[in-house]
């Protein structure tokens, strides 16, 4: 039995955004091994500077990010979608190991295989140092954000 992960392409606006916020409350969950199933086994990915290939290595970029940004919380909005492609704007918070507040912004490119795993991934980021009164993102880091919590618009971003 080959791998699936509804909802599959061609994408309709209700299923990227279901795609959308899937992937939102996996990078949230913090499991660096439960993420990288969504993507294909030699799924292409580029984010910031790195470029790297395959599951094994997007656990140890996973890993690797989490274990330097802290108390990570992050939202997704849909941009665009197509057949099987969707765009989707991100902010996310962390704090470093000085206890240094950011929050970064940027853009990803999704192109997923019929199967529903997503087989590249361009992310494009920028960071913002922020204090502590000015985070956005409050809510249990030990899951995805609440259904009741503002997204990316409603809190201006």
Known sequence: MSESRPPLPPF???????????????????NPEKVSLAYTPDSRWRNRSEIFQGRPAIVDFLTRKWAREHEYRLIKEIWSFSENRIAVRFAYEFHDEAGAWFRAYGNENWEFADNGLMAVRHASINDLAISEGERLFHWDRSGPRPVDHPGLTDLGL
């Open 12 to 30: 309709t606006l209700e299923t990227a955004m279901q795609k959308v916020r899937a992937a939102e409350d996996g990078w949230n969950g913090g």
